[in-house]
């Protein structure tokens, strides 16, 4: 995927994830808003509700910290290790205002605290404060320094339940976690498919199984710890799965040819009510997904459109966010807006196409 398309159409793909991921890993803890709520806080606009607006701090938070976090992945940070998850919880709380860091019980969480009290959740007890160190220096001998290749992967399905297990912050601790695994993956991904999309569409399953890794060990061929070997391998094996899934889901979505008749439908499908439309736009549209960015005038030009009509095609374009542009002198480059996604990408988003609930 990424050796085929230009880093213009990459960079508005990663921007577009970036909010899927957002709102898929905020509504795996029942916090997420809605989409085109996601947009309007990219435009700090905020909505009145102090709930919905609550909710789009977060997701904006999750976004910037998801930012500066595959930064440091791809400066050498070691991403499985405690050091990095501490720094994934930091990233995202320092974002936050302390209202919304407030946890049900009335705890002011801090950015990248270990927990300082017992935890139960469920029927699983976290381990005690006061053997984290422990814990966590023994998930870094295990995990953050896993081998590359197929030891990679499956320490990164492990460190992701672990880390859920050890419970190291008060609150927090499945973004973190999540913020982690991404990051892990990015190298492979390129920003381009997370497994939170997957779990949150599994999410269920996804709490069954962190579940069922905590149980302890089932009779003699279960391993040799405290846990359940074979209840791991399960959870390792459902989350390469969700990987895997996100593989070819992104793969069939990008694909060049698949694509130029996806634009085809839209514009289509946006000319019945909007004559501004023209089909003949299609070939630039394409053109600037698959080879990248052009001027203005070699936009109109590939349209066979005269003048003014071709100027008054992209303008259209423009105004509904199918074509962006910095400036008037600027090169014109693909976009993703929401409402073209059903469209476009099939299925990656399918919230992004429902009308946001009133305020």
Not at 175 to 188: D, E, F, I, K, N
Not at 214 to 236: F, K, V
């Amino acid at each position: 995927m990424r050796q085929v398309l230009p880093p213009a159409t990459l960079l508005a793909l990663r921007e577009l994830l970036r909010q899927m991921n957002s709102y898929y890993s905020n509504l795996i803890e029942g916090q997420g808003t809605h989409p085109a709520n996601i947009e309007r806080a990219l435009r700090r606009d905020f909505a009145r509700q102090p709930r919905v607006a609550k909710l789009q701090r977060i997701a904006l938070a999750h976004m910037e910290a998801e930012r500066q976090l595959e930064a440091l992945a791809g400066e050498g940070d070691r991403p499985l290790s405690s050091a990095f998850l501490r720094r994934c919880h930091a990233a995202l709380y320092q974002r936050l205002g302390a209202e919304d860091r407030t946890t049900e019980d009335g705890v002011v969480v801090g950015p990248g605290d270990w927990r300082r009290t017992p935890v139960r959740v469920g029927s699983h007890i976290a381990p005690t404060p006061a053997a984290l160190p422990a814990f966590l220096a023994r998930m870094d001998e295990v995990y953050a320094a896993a081998r590359p290749g197929e030891p990679f992967l499956i320490a990164v399905a492990a460190a992701h339940q672990r880390g859920a297990w050890v419970h190291p912050f008060p609150d927090g601790n499945g973004r973190a976690v999540r913020l982690q695994s991404h990051c892990a993956l990015g190298a492979l991904s390129g920003g381009l498919w997370s497994p939170s999309r997957g779990l949150a569409r599994n999410r269920a399953r996804y709490y069954e199984l962190l579940a069922d890794a905590d149980a302890p060990r089932r009779g003699d061929l279960d391993g040799r710890g405290n846990l359940s070997e074979g209840a791991l391998r399960h959870w390792c094996e459902f989350f390469l799965d969700q990987c895997l899934d996100q593989v070819g889901f992104m793969a069939q979505m990008l694909d060049i040819a698949a694509m130029k008749r996806r634009i085809e439908a839209l514009l289509t499908f946006r000319r019945a009510e909007d004559p501004g439309i023209r089909l003949e736009a299609a070939l630039p549209l394409h053109h600037l997904f698959a080879a990248g960015p052009v001027t203005r005038g070699e936009f109109q030009q590939m349209t066979g459109l005269g003048e003014r009509t071709a100027r008054a095609a992209l303008s259209r374009l423009l105004a509904t966010g199918l074509v962006a542009s910095d400036g008037h002198t600027s090169a014109l480059r693909f976009a993703f807006p929401l409402d073209a996604l059903p469209f476009l990408l099939p299925n990656l988003y399918p919230e992004a196409a429902t009308a946001p609930p009133a305020e």
